[in-house]
Each structure stands twice: as structure tokens, then as C-alpha cells.
């Protein structure tokens, strides 16, 4: 049993055109949440959703738009990608409250603008 | 700003060496530091460290945090070929949703 899955594991595509990455986590977490990993291995959070509710956006582009449906579901929407946004995209998940910060992450879906 | 440094960025060693990573925080708030351990895909979680001074331990790999040094550091004893990978160190922000601030990792490459 996958704990958080992502789909697809690998994207290729061409500069301005839509794309849209899933994530579930099947471990009822109730947050959720997207990073970034550039070509130097930098994990940067993007996006968190506490119980489809938003509560971190890292100064992401408006391009980004991550939604929610569900607390087992987040996903992320790109609109016209560019060049700079090719990466690893990782979904995490992690219970709240108490004192445990543990995150669990998704396989990560490699992005490829060309 | 909320920080987190690792030292060595690369590290390669041969099997059966011992290995000390570093990890340095400039944090508000802090509560707790974790570390992870990145193959070709997922970072996996390995250690939370929340009492300063206090050891954990899993098989070959140990880690310790201090509180008031602002540091932490993850030992593999004996390495393997298979400790081959990226170490992230990171530190959750309390009051922001847990986010968690990544260290830019250390690679590790343990040869035969």
C-alpha cells in the first residue's frame, strides 16, 4: 500500500502549455502539502492545505495553483509553463497536532519544460 | 530569516569508514529537527530530534541535537554502498504550518 502517491512520475512538455500533477495519501492526514526541487537538490515548500484549507503559499507565481477536493487529495495545476519551472515536484503529508512535524513524502514527479 | 546549513554538501568515503554530517539552524520558535535520507526518489525520514543532548539511534546511524550550539549531527558507522545518498536536514516552522526549511543537503557516495 502506497502511503502518498503521485501522478505522473514523469511530465514532459512544451513551454506555455497546462499541466496538472496529483497527489493522495491514503494515512488520514489532515495536511498536505507541495515542495519544489531544483537541479541542485534544494527542497523549497510551495503550497500547504490543512483540511482543504489553504495556510502557506511561499510566494509561489500565480501560475501555480494547487486545489484541494479533499483532505486525502491536493493537487497542482501549472498554467503556461516556462523553462525555469522544471524540477522535481514533491507532495508531502503529515498529521496535525501534538508535537510531530514527521512528514511523508510522495515518489515526486519529474517535470521537463522544453 | 529561518535558516538550516549542512557540511559537508559532498562526501566520499570508502566502506567501512565512519561519517559525521552537520546541520546548523537559525530558527524561531524551533521545536524539533529532522533528518532524511533521499535515494533516487523520496526523501525518507530517519530521526526527530527534540531534546537537546539526547542520542537516537537506528542500526549503524546515530544522530544528536544541541539546543544551545544550534546543531545537530547524523553518524553512519561503517558504511555501505547502500548509505550512498543525499541527507537532508530539516527544520519544521512551528508556526507556520509545520513547513518545513530544507538544509541543501549533504551527498554522500560510499565506494566499494
Known amino acids: 500500500d502506497t502511503a502518498v502517491s503521485q501522478t505522473p512520475k514523469y511530465l514532459v512538455t512544451q513551454m506555455g502549455n497546462d499541466k496538472s500533477i496529483k497527489c493522495e495519501q491514503n494515512?488520514?492526514?489532515?495536511?498536505m502539502y507541495w515542495y519544489k526541487q531544483d537541479s541542485k537538490k534544494f527542497l523549497k515548500i510551495m503550497f500547504s492545505y490543512n483540511n482543504k484549507e489553504l495556510i502557506i503559499n511561499e510566494t509561489v507565481p500565480n501560475r501555480f495553483s494547487p486545489k484541494s477536493p479533499d483532505k486525502a487529495h491536493l493537487n497542482l495545476h501549472i498554467n503556461s509553463l516556462e523553462l525555469g519551472d522544471s524540477a522535481v515536484y514533491f507532495c508531502?503529508?503529515?498529521?496535525?497536532?501534538?508535537?510531530?512535524?514527521?512528514?511523508?513524502f510522495g515518489p515526486g514527479t519529474r517535470l521537463t519544460v522544453t | 530569516e529561518d535558516k538550516v546549513v549542512q557540511s559537508p554538501l559532498s562526501l566520499v568515503v570508502h566502506e567501512g569508514d565512519t561519517v559525521t554530517l552537520n546541520c546548523s539552524y537559525e530558527v524561531t520558535n524551533f521545536r524539533s529537527l529532522l533528518w532524511y535520507k533521499q535515494e533516487k526518489k523520496a526523501p525518507t525520514f530517519l530521526f526527530m530530534l527534540?531534546?537537546?543532548?539526547i542520542e537516537k539511534k537506528s542500526g549503524r546511524l546515530s544522530s544528536i541535537l544541541d539546543k544551545k550550539e544550534l546543531f545537530s549531527i547524523l553518524n553512519i558507522t561503517a558504511t555501505q554502498t547502500g548509505d550512498s545518498a543525499v541527507y537532508l536536514c530539516?527544520?519544521?516552522?512551528?508556526?507556520?504550518?509545520?513547513?518545513?526549511?530544507f538544509g541543501q543537503g549533504t551527498e554522500l557516495s560510499v565506494k566499494p
Open positions: 494515512l488520514g492526514h489532515d495536511t
Open positions: 508531502a503529508s503529515s498529521p496535525t497536532g501534538g508535537h510531530s512535524y514527521e512528514q511523508y
Open positions: 530539516a527544520v519544521p516552522i512551528y508556526n507556520q504550518g509545520g513547513k518545513l526549511i
Open positions: 527534540t531534546s537537546s543532548g
